[in-house]
């Protein structure tokens, strides 16, 4: 009875506590305070606005340390998305409306918002009221500031505060990373897992799950997966393909070498009018050289053949005949052929040269007689392809990528596809057809496209590696990262012209019947066919926009699009956009478009830290099943800082995939980027496969890739965990994903253990059915920092079996049914 007592006694004194903490509290809060709204000017508004609060206009708050509650989307990236001298006001309804200027020239933009949290899509307005008079100055975190003032609810501003506090409790958990778990996990012992199949509950998922998103960033196509050895083989490169690099232009990587000979560009009588640039030769006397350096080089394979060839003709009429050499860095001929020009108009002219030697060089065609000599179109293929494809792809870098047994591929872009400015947007048909017939343009990534690699090469691989084809094209938008402002009516989102977006939209059907139609009956389905592919493509899905703004203009745009593909074919899955990240406006506007349209299916982008995929393991769970609208997750990576791919960033990606298996029914589609990238041409990093002219290096985030690509299923089979110890962070650094390969029978268990110890598993496959006495085990382990290879072995399997996982591993046990 006496415990009775002071246990009440205690819990008396201790509501009276709270119950006046309280009083106080509601005592101390006002009803109304002064809402300072500002961006820093020291920072050209770039962090976004800003708020303090204040009971006496005299002393400021700042609500949420350099937080900003909007940022602006008009401009590129980074130091151009500024938002200036930003006013804000409250309208009649009650909704507050933000106008800032934008900059010195493009006018203004604007954003609505009920709570100052969540703001609705920005717009650009031509021009606004002056709100100059409406600013005043004051002092914020010792730093004066000019910005407007309201006269608010306490309730308004303390959602304010409440809210920067959860996103900074969540940032505290995002950083969470692997190479901390040295203090986070001091003293853990190693963990006794089981993992206990659970088959009654099995369910269907996407076959189409892994698939490969190829965008040509990084020199991935033109010096890399396109084979061509020749750099500006057509004399097309630009200044503007460098934004005004005047070094880049029609001779870049082709030089004279020697005397008594010029070397000139000229665009009277080209090939073709998408082709004007070729290069002339005025030879005095014999000797000199045109050399092409190629992409880093030439590099040859001792006894490999390459298939030269290039338009010529000698205005003249003189024939000239030319020696074509590979020549190394110590003027070794590493191989050599002839041939003779003498066509007064334009002709195709051929020849084979053997590599004598392994080599890196550079090419020289060297004229054996006096007269002027015409060039374009030079190119240097090797023979020996991926499947032996004309026009085709480096073979080594092509099967990497096969290796991944991607069940689609998605090209060619990205940011490519919608480009930087309307006359930027990806033309598919200008990358189809004779090679001297395709019009290059610039790569928003700041280089040059040939559309050597083109829409017909695309299909052709897909094909060739069984992959379903996932064109990607412009929604009548182009890239919300384009610096093109002014007369777009809306910044870099001033879509293409109503006038004009009919012919566009019959340029996206006209694609589809290319892919699909009739050899015979249809009009693009004959230039497929005359393209060598008589055989329809059979494609299925169709991509409409990429990380887009989700603005009226893009929704108007979009909604004509879809609408045209669904009245026309309507068995086509049109996969939409929801803007370049998994929350925020775009996202929200983006679903609700894809709700209303009902779209097939959505494209989701986001880049995130360890400690996100860690803690977002249950994101498609919360996905409503009600929807038709499936999810393509189109680019994820894990990102570190100083942006490596290790072990770290792998088993991160691996820990996610396996929830992503877990949702296959509502996830249809995944796919890493960026996909490749050549050595000392990189703008962006991570990506899967790194290379050079010689090397591919897969990263360690390829095997987990191609593991799971490898050993896919068509059936999820959800399994029980109990682990013996019951800490939540341990909970969260284990997974487990078991799914059945319908083709083969195979069952596939995948387990991830991102501890830093080991964890004791036993695994129960009671219900699967009789299995197999032993099976295929491949093991990823590593320290944080570690960039392993895989280990293969094999190990007995029983209907109940233990498995060790070592720490920080990623183990794929394929188990094949009884005979």
Same mark, same amino acid.
């Given at each position: ?455 017909? =090469? ?54 589809? =019947? ?180 010689? =090397? ?61 110890? =080991? ?61």
């Amino acid at each position: 009875m006496r415990k009775l007592f002071l246990f009440l006694a205690v819990l008396f004194v201790t509501f009276q506590q709270v119950t006046l903490a309280a009083i106080r509290e509601v005592a101390s809060t006002p009803d109304s305070v002064y809402l300072f709204s500002f961006a820093t000017s020291g920072d050209d508004g770039r962090s976004g606005l800003r708020f303090a609060w204040s009971m006496d206009q005299e002393n400021w708050f700042e609500v949420g340390r350099n937080y900003g509650y909007l940022r602006c989307d008009y401009s590129r990236w980074g130091s151009q998305k500024k938002m200036l001298d930003p006013c804000l006001k409250q309208s009649s309804e009650g909704e507050w409306i933000c106008t800032w200027k934008l900059n010195d020239r493009d006018g203004y933009g604007q954003a609505t918002s009920k709570d100052l949290i969540y703001w609705t899509s920005q717009k650009y307005p031509r021009t606004t009221p002056d709100f100059e008079g409406m600013r005043v100055k004051a002092v914020v975190a010792g730093e004066e500031q000019k910005g407007s003032i309201n006269r608010v609810a306490w309730e308004l501003v303390d959602g304010l505060s409440k809210h920067y506090d959860w996103n900074q409790y969540r940032n505290s958990l995002y950083g969470e990373r692997p190479v901390q778990d040295g203090e986070r996990f001091a003293g853990l012992k190693p963990v006794q897992a089981t993992v206990t199949v659970q088959p009654e509950r099995a369910k269907e998922i996407s076959e189409l799950l892994l698939g490969a998103f190829f965008e040509d960033i990084n020199y991935s196509a033109d010096g890399g997966l396109y084979a061509e050895l020749i750099q500006n083989r057509d004399f097309e490169y630009d200044p503007s393909d460098r934004e005004g690099d005047k070094n880049w232009n029609s001779t870049h990587s082709w030089a004279l070498k020697g005397e008594k000979a010029g070397f000139t560009i000229d665009t009277a009588d080209p090939i073709h009018p998408n082709n004007p640039h070729y290069a002339v030769l005025n030879v005095e006397q014999p000797g000199a050289a045109l050399v092409n350096a190629g992409f880093d080089g030439i590099a040859l394979n001792i006894g490999e053949k390459y298939d030269f060839s290039m338009f010529a003709r000698v205005p003249q009429g003189k024939s000239n005949k030319l020696k074509i050499r590979l020549v190394d860095g110590e003027g070794k001929v590493c191989g050599e052929t002839s041939l003779s020009v003498s066509s007064r108009q334009w002709k195709t002219y051929k020849a084979v040269i053997t590599a004598k030697v392994t080599a890196d060089t550079h090419l020289e065609i060297i004229p054996q007689s006096a007269g002027e000599l015409n060039l374009d179109m030079v190119s240097l293929f090797p023979q020996d392809t991926f499947k032996g494809r004309k026009n085709g792809l480096r073979k080594d870098l092509a099967q990497t990528i096969a290796d991944i047994h991607p069940r689609f591929i998605r090209f060619p872009g990205g940011c490519v596809a919608h480009g930087d400015g309307l006359k930027n947007i990806y033309q598919w048909k200008n990358t189809v057809g004779p090679l001297e017939a395709r019009k290059a343009q610039r790569n928003l990534w700041g280089y040059h496209q040939s559309m050597g690699l083109g829409y017909f =090469e695309y299909f052709q691989f897909c094909e060739d590696i069984g992959a379903e084809p996932l064109p990607v094209l412009a929604a009548g938008v182009p890239c919300q990262n384009s610096a093109c402002h002014g007369n777009l009516g809306g910044g870099q989102q001033g879509g293409i012209p109503m006038s004009e977006m009919g012919a566009y939209i019959q340029d996206i059907l006209d694609l589809i =019947e290319w892919a699909n139609g009739d050899a015979k009956k249809t009009k693009w389905g004959k230039v497929r066919a005359e393209a060598g592919h008589p055989k329809p493509f059979n494609l299925k899905y169709i991509g409409i926009g990429n990380e887009d703004l989700i603005t009226d203009i893009f929704k108007e745009r979009f909604t004509m699009i879809f609408n045209a593909i669904k009245e026309k074919y309507p068995e086509m899955i049109v996969v939409g956009t929801v803007g370049p990240f998994n929350e925020g406006t775009d996202y929200v506007e983006g679903w609700k478009l894809a709700d209303k349209l009902g779209v097939p299916m959505v494209d989701e982008h986001y880049y995130q830290s360890p400690g996100w995929f860690l803690h977002n393991q249950d994101f498609y769970d919360k996905y409503d099943r009600s929807k038709k609208t499936k999810v393509y997750l189109g680019e994820y990576a894990t990102h570190i800082p100083g942006r490596k791919a290790n072990i770290e960033t792998a088993l991160t990606e691996a820990l996610y995939l396996a929830s992503l298996e877990r949702n296959g029914d509502v996830v249809h589609m995944t796919s890493y980027a960026p996909l490749l990238a050549k050595e000392r041409h990189t703008q962006w990093n991570p990506d899967l496969i790194y290379f050079n002219n010689r =090397e591919v290096k897969p990263t360690t985030g390829y095997y987990v890739q191609k593991l799971y690509g490898q050993n896919a299923g068509s059936e999820y089979l959800p399994s029980k965990i109990v682990l013996d110890n019951k800490d939540d962070k341990v909970r969260k650094r284990f997974a487990s994903s078991i799914v059945r390969d319908s083709a083969s029978g195979d069952v596939i268990v995948k387990l991830v253990n991102l501890l830093p110890v =080991e964890v004791n598993t036993n695994v129960d496959l009671s219900g699967i059915g009789a299995v197999q006495p032993s099976a295929k085990r491949t093991v990823l382990t590593g320290k944080p920092t570690d960039t392993p290879l895989p280990v293969e072995d094999r190990i007995q399997i029983a209907e109940k079996f233990d498995c060790n996982l070592p720490a920080y591993s990623f183990t794929v046990i394929r188990i094949q049914k009884a005979n």
